[in-house]
């Protein structure tokens, strides 16, 4: 079964967190990794081909971004399902396995994720959720508002169809992304996890959220104190829009972002 799957690893700067992810990778049995590093200036490049000789290294020149990266390994993979992994993640056999039997139980499904686990043990948030419509901002804000949480419930264990799911941890079907195009390119980080979710829907293609399958993601933190993140946090929702969904429906948006952000920093 793992043997119909490649790995894909885009890293910039995390030679620890990589190390760490490849050996636990390594008990999974026949997978193909591939690491696309991003011109890494912490040694991660020399430490992957000092320790994982197995491991098919791809060395950027600049940081090129999460999408153009990915679909570098994507393009450099030679298996029938894609597993992209994030840096600062753990996996086990069992957790691989359970994604792949989904694909396979499922000849509807594009794209599946599991749970995604904090380091103490708590579900991430935003490990899956609902596409960025703006009746759904306004939901997600006027809940965060009264209540202090989030609109989906990150402890379900219920396998179900979502809209998209975190590509911190998803399997995505090759015939699908042949079907409907990898990653997009314009989006350096942010919502290229959701835009190519919403073009396997569109497509006819199903994407799950399988929580029966729990992986670590350490590095699940908040963008918040990151100006930088921020930014192209922002960046990322407004092209977003402007591919998706009407000029209006943007000009609302930029105009709804300026209280929300003022909102934000108090």
């Given at each position: 079964m793992?043997?119909d799957l ?15 992810c490849?050996?636990s990778?390594?008990a ?5 990794v591939?690491v696309?590093?991003?011109a890494?200036?912490d040694?991660s490049a020399e ?15 600049i940081?090129?971004g999460f999408?153009r990266a990915?679909?570098q390994?994507?393009?450099?993979a ?5 597993l992209?992994?994030n ?6 056999p069992?957790?691989?396995s ?8 499922r ?7 599991p749970?995604?686990?904090q380091s103490?043990?708590e ?6 959720g609902?596409?960025?419509?703006l009746?759904y901002?306004?939901?997600r804000?006027?809940?965060?508002i009264?209540s ?5 419930d ?26 409907v195009?990898v990653?997009d390119e314009?989006?350096f980080?942010y919502?290229e ?5 919403l073009?396997l829907r569109?497509a006819g293609?199903k994407v799950?959220?399988h929580p029966?399958v729990?992986i670590i993601?350490?590095g699940?933190?908040?963008r918040?104190?990151?100006a930088e993140?921020n930014?192209?946090?922002y960046r990322s929702l407004?092209y977003f829009y402007?591919?998706h969904?009407?000029r209006l429906a ?8 300026i209280?929300?952000?003022?909102l934000?920093?108090?």
């Amino acid at each position: 079964m793992l043997d119909d799957l490649s790995v894909i690893i885009a890293n910039w700067n995390s030679a620890t967190l990589l190390k760490d992810c490849l050996t636990s990778l390594q008990a999974c049995g026949p997978v193909e990794v591939i690491v696309v590093d991003n011109a890494s200036s912490d040694g991660s490049a020399e430490m992957v081909e000092r320790q994982f000789t197995s491991v098919k290294l791809i060395r950027n020149a600049i940081n090129l971004g999460f999408a153009r990266a990915s679909n570098q390994g994507i393009a450099a993979a030679a298996r029938r399902y894609v597993l992209l992994l994030n840096s600062d993640t753990l996996v086990d056999p069992g957790a691989l396995s359970g994604l792949v039997e989904l694909l396979e139980e499922r000849p509807d499904a594009g794209a599946v994720a599991p749970r995604l686990l904090q380091s103490n043990g708590e579900p991430q948030p935003f490990a899956f959720g609902s596409d960025p419509t703006l009746a759904y901002l306004l939901r997600r804000t006027l809940v965060r508002i009264v209540s202090g949480r989030g609109v989906h419930d990150w402890r379900t264990n219920r396998t179900r169809a979502v809209d998209w799911v975190s590509g911190a941890c998803m399997l995505l079907r090759r015939r699908a992304l042949e079907e409907v195009g990898v990653l997009d390119e314009n989006i350096f980080m942010y919502f290229e996890d959701n835009e190519l979710c919403l073009r396997l829907r569109k497509a006819g293609w199903k994407v799950y959220y399988h929580p029966k399958v729990e992986i670590i993601h350490r590095g699940g933190g908040s963008r918040r104190n990151d100006a930088e993140a921020n930014r192209a946090y922002y960046r990322s929702l407004d092209y977003f829009y402007a591919k998706h969904y009407t000029r209006l429906a943007r000009f609302v948006l930029r105009a709804g972002l300026i209280p929300y952000r003022r909102l934000l920093r108090r």
